[in-house]
């Protein structure tokens, strides 16, 4: 389908501008980012290329129509005038999201049933039927966006989203989101070939999008999306996107990306999930505290996720951890850039280093913030 569409391709707020690039560098038209996602217009191909290859979008929506609205009702009868049957099937089960900002009607529940409302209502006028609906697992997911006047309805075109990528067999307390990481990653100006040490590194986010990375593996290699349950699915074209995909691979040729963890049991889970992703012989792994651990070349990009405190005694040690971790920063990686990220934001004044550069960014609805600091021995440490 060489037509244009118009898509949105959401992704964890702070993360806009990098989606950006990554969208033009994948071949993306009329790029503009605003809170939450990137606008875009491109052709079929572009859309199944954007699901397979981003890194840092959680989700790439089909946009179906944009127009003003007052009530419900409006909002109903618009829905009902699309041609739902021409885009997905009546055995395929949907669901309806709506989210809002700066909506005046009373509840976005009930326009979510008028939505669903009007698929149904379409479909039984169609072929006398109507679709079910699925809230856990729907082979179809309408996303419904208001603001004050407007309204636009989406079809979304990767169904679990794309920071599921196939390959995490276990987790820890609290993993971090894959496209977060990999979004992080881009952040730090990290590249393929330049040494990368999580020196916390849990579960294994951050070095198996890195991993991924370094030998061009696409993020979305080992699942399926929703486009390829539509009517007007191109199973040939989808072939070509992904075997070119495949030909962009490349054999790991020297390691350079190393992580480590005082906790053999997440060591485990990390050398799984490594496995699982295809990326185990990229990282080298070992066991050690992270106040401890040497830098493993003279410079490279140290990139760590702190634990959160939530309780009061895990806020007291904490308290104790941050300075311990700026000392062993001073003493052991001089030379190197350090990035934290953190919902603590205490971390700032109690690493008592002088950081270079604060960004912000959210974790689901959490703020955080990613911390930089350029390692020059002598000139980052802050008075007691």
């Known amino acids: 389908m060489k037509q244009r569409f118009h898509f949105f391709a959401t992704c964890p707020r702070g993360l806009e501008a990098v989606l ?49 609205y007052r009530s419900e009702d409006d909002i109903y009868r618009a829905a009902r005038a699309l041609d739902w049957p ?27 049933l008028k939505v ?46 794309l920071f599921k990528r196939g ?19 881009r952040l730090t100006g990290w590249q393929p070939g330049e040494p990368l040490l999580d020196p916390m590194c849990g579960s294994g986010t951050f070095l198996i999008e890195a991993a991924l990375i370094a030998r061009g593996i696409a993020p979305g290699g080992k699942r399926s999306f929703a486009f390829e349950r539509y009517p007007q699915f191109d199973a040939d074209a989808w072939a070509r996107v992904k075997e070119a995909a495949l030909a962009k691979e490349r054999p790991v040729e020297s390691i350079s990306i190393y992580g480590s963890d005082d906790n053999a049991a997440m060591l485990s ?29 003279e410079q490279g990009v140290l990139v760590c996720n702190p634990p959160y405190g939530i309780r009061l005694e895990e806020q007291e040690s904490l308290a104790v951890l941050y300075p ?23 971390l700032a004044k109690l690493i008592r280093l002088a950081a270079s550069k604060r960004t912000v960014l959210f974790n689901g609805g959490l703020e955080c913030r990613l911390f930089e600091y350029r390692m020059v021995a002598g000139s980052n440490r802050k008075p007691a």
């Open 20 to 68: 950006s690039d990554e969208l033009q560098q994948l071949g993306a038209e009329e790029v503009a980012a605003t809170d939450g996602g990137v606008a875009f217009r491109g052709d079929w191909a572009l859309m199944m290329t954007a699901n397979l290859h981003s890194r840092i979008a959680s989700r790439i929506l089909w946009s179906l129509l944009e127009k003003p």
């Open 86 to 112: 021409e885009l997905f099937s009546v055995e395929r089960t949907i669901k309806v999201a709506v989210t809002g900002i700066g909506c005046k009607l009373r509840s976005l529940d009930f326009v979510a």
């Open 324 to 346: 311990l971790l700026g000392h062993a920063l001073k003493q052991r990686f001089a030379g190197w850039r350090a990035y934290y990220f953190t919902g603590d934001l205490r």
């Open 167 to 185: 390959y995490r067999r276990e987790t820890g307390e609290a993993p971090l989101r894959e496209n977060l990481a990999a979004g992080i990653l």
């Open 116 to 161: 669903k409302d009007a698929i149904c209502d379409a479909f039984r006028a169609a072929v006398d039927a109507r679709p079910s609906v699925d809230t856990v697992a729907p082979d179809m997911r309408i996303h419904v966006f208001l603001t004050e006047k407007m309204l636009t309805l989406y079809l979304d075109t990767s169904g679990d989203a």
């Open 269 to 297: 889970i990390c050398r799984t999930n490594l496995a699982a992703a295809g990326v185990a012989d990229c990282v080298e792994l070992s066991r050690a505290d992270a106040l401890e651990r040497s830098a493993p070349a």
